[in-house]
């Protein structure tokens, strides 16, 4: 597995976004999609890709685990996640 930190969850979020840098310095596998989603400023940005069913866990309560659909873009890596 791969740890990341900074990262921040958003439980009124609908969408879980990983910036690309983050995701292809980790060595993620990428599923390739098309379409756009938002940043943190409200700026439309191009999707790169998406990982389908990412095992996260974190490091407060280590035995939950949830899957979850992460979409990649090529926004600025402010924080490793944004769940």
Do not use: W
């Not at 979020?13 to 409200?42: F, I, Q, W």
């Not at 700026?43 to 939950?64: N, S, T, W, Y």
Request: aromatic letters at 4%.
């Amino acid at each position: 597995g791969h740890r990341l930190s900074n990262c921040v969850i958003d439980s009124g979020a609908s969408d879980n976004v990983m910036p690309a840098k983050v995701a292809h310095a980790l060595g993620l596998t990428l599923t390739r999609t098309y379409g756009s989603c938002y940043s943190m400023e409200s700026k439309e940005v191009p999707l790169v890709g998406r990982i389908k069913d990412a095992q996260v866990a974190f490091a407060a309560l280590p035995e939950k685990k949830v899957l979850a659909t992460i979409l990649v873009a090529d926004i600025r890596p402010s924080y490793g996640m944004l769940l």
